[in-house]
């Protein structure tokens, strides 16, 4: 009777039983900024897989297009997924294993518009005026004939000046979304310049 020989048979990553969670795949992914997800690879038995060299494969599908992502190995059987969407809307994210679906995929993120650095800008500024005396004491009280005219690209800028009536006085002023440039603020008392005005500020 001849030997029989046993040969062990590795446990498999099961599509169906990997766990797939992050940011990237929950509400608030902005179209401004990247983000990213991860995904647990378990077995046919369930159980967590502890190696990596599985080769997951994302697609992610925009309003506008495929967007790219990059999955990252983690060598213990999780891996990170990193993409950076560019417009906002709703995304459909696929991960696959062998061409099976993983999980619940595909998953669905609506991705929102966030505050971009290329169009954003100060709509509204304010700054105090400090009074003082000859003798360079601070004034407590209001009253005295301040001042303020702000030119800009467009020409005069509306501001107003409110006297606080403790010796300072607040000047607020709304610039136009569409008027970057170079602006010119005048400061005076008794229709005489501050020291150090006008003076000029770029937004």
């Not at 595909?106 to 800008?121: I, K, L």
Request: charged share 20%; glycine share 10%; hydrophobic share 30%.
């Amino acid at each position: 009777m001849k030997n029989s020989l046993r040969v062990p048979i590795a446990v498999g990553t099961d599509a169906g039983k990997t766990k797939v969670w992050g940011p990237g795949l929950e509400d608030g992914v902005q179209d401004n900024l990247p983000t990213h997800f991860n995904i647990a690879a378990h077995g046919t038995d369930g159980q967590p897989m502890r190696q990596g060299g599985d080769p997951f494969v994302v697609r992610i599908a925009g309003p506008k297009g495929d967007v790219p992502a990059q999955v990252i190995d983690n060598g213990d059987g999780t891996y990170r997924v990193n993409y950076a969407p560019t417009d906002a809307g709703v995304h459909k994210v696929e991960v696959t294993l062998r061409d099976k679906q993983v999980a619940n995929s595909p998953y669905t993120v609506n991705v929102r518009e966030g505050a971009d650095h290329n169009t954003s800008f100060v709509e509204t500024s304010s700054f105090v005026i400090r009074a003082r005396t000859k003798r360079n004491a601070n004034m407590t009280r209001g009253g005295e004939n301040f001042a303020v005219a702000i030119a800009g690209p467009q020409g005069p800028v509306q501001n107003t000046l409110k006297d606080n009536q403790d010796g300072t006085y607040t000047c607020t002023y709304k610039l136009a979304p569409d008027a970057r440039g170079q602006y010119t603020f005048q400061l005076q008392v008794n229709q005489k310049d501050l020291l150090g005005t006008p003076f000029q500020v770029s937004f």
